[in-house]
């Protein structure tokens, strides 16, 4: 199962709001997550079954979707979310597959 | 706090073999299957292997097939990455991860916490 992510990168200022799309080659329920990865440093889990919330993650973080759609929404960004965001699916496993992610830049 | 500790990267010639390991704390490892991720240079996120928690299972990528092996010693609480046959094109920093849902793939399992990274350069 492939997935897509758009955009590759984006650019926004802090206090906007954000959203990154992630789209399935087939159908996979809602077995998508999101991981957040700053530079030099390891992937940071956030959000699983599409829309659960990691404990610990600001509640400015969201998810979505279902079926071959998913986004991951920063409802207000703050300056330490930017980075690069992946999305994961493991409906159909192995092989567990990722995004090719999602950098956020400071406009 | 599960911790997660890899060792053994370094440089390696094209044909090479290298052992990498992870070490865990803070955890009952016994429980848990494990998976390795790879990320290469500049690249995203790559999945390599997973094992089971009583290392009866294991899975892996197509690009490794045959080349890498995964075992864990629950004794010691690692988790290994035997990887022979080096391609340039293994070169990565592979994490190892914790598979969050517990002892067995499944489906809408995730990867929770990951270990720093070791990188692995392949060449010549």
């Known amino acids: 199962i492939q997935m897509t992510q758009s955009p590759s990168s984006l650019s926004a200022s802090v206090g906007d709001r954000v959203t990154i799309t992630c789209r399935a080659s087939?159908?996979?329920?809602?077995?998508v997550n999101w991981y957040q990865q700053k530079p030099g440093k390891a992937p940071k889990f956030l959000i699983y079954?599409?829309?659960s919330l990691q404990s610990g993650v600001p509640s400015r973080f969201s998810g979505s979707g279902s079926g071959t759609d998913f986004t991951l929404t920063i409802s207000s960004l703050q300056p330490e979310d930017f980075a690069t965001y992946y999305c994961?699916?493991?409906?159909?496993?192995?092989?567990?597959?990722f995004g090719q992610g999602t950098r956020l830049e400071i406009k | 706090q599960v911790q997660l500790v890899e060792s053994g990267g370094g440089a390696v010639q094209p044909g090479g073999s290298l052992r990498l390991s992870c070490a865990a704390s803070?955890?009952?490892?016994?429980?848990?299957?494990m998976h390795w991720v790879r990320q290469a240079p500049g690249k995203g996120l790559e999945w390599v292997a997973f094992?089971?928690?009583?290392?009866?299972?294991?899975y892996y990528a197509d690009s490794v097939k045959g080349r890498f092996t995964i075992s864990r010693d629950n004794s010691k609480n690692t988790v290994f990455l035997q990887m022979n046959s080096l391609r340039v094109e293994d070169t990565a920093v592979y994490y190892c991860?914790?598979?969050?849902?517990?002892?067995?793939?499944?489906?809408?399992?995730?990867?929770?916490?990951w270990g720093q990274g070791t990188l692995v350069t392949v060449s010549s």
């Open positions: 991860a914790k598979a969050a849902k517990g002892p067995r793939l499944e489906p809408g399992d995730w990867f929770d916490p």
């Open positions: 803070g955890v009952i490892f016994s429980t848990y299957g």
């Open positions: 094992i089971q928690y009583d290392g009866s299972n294991k």
């Open positions: 087939q159908s996979i329920s809602s077995y």
């Open positions: 079954a599409a829309s």
């Open positions: 994961q699916q493991s409906y159909s496993t192995p092989p567990i597959t």
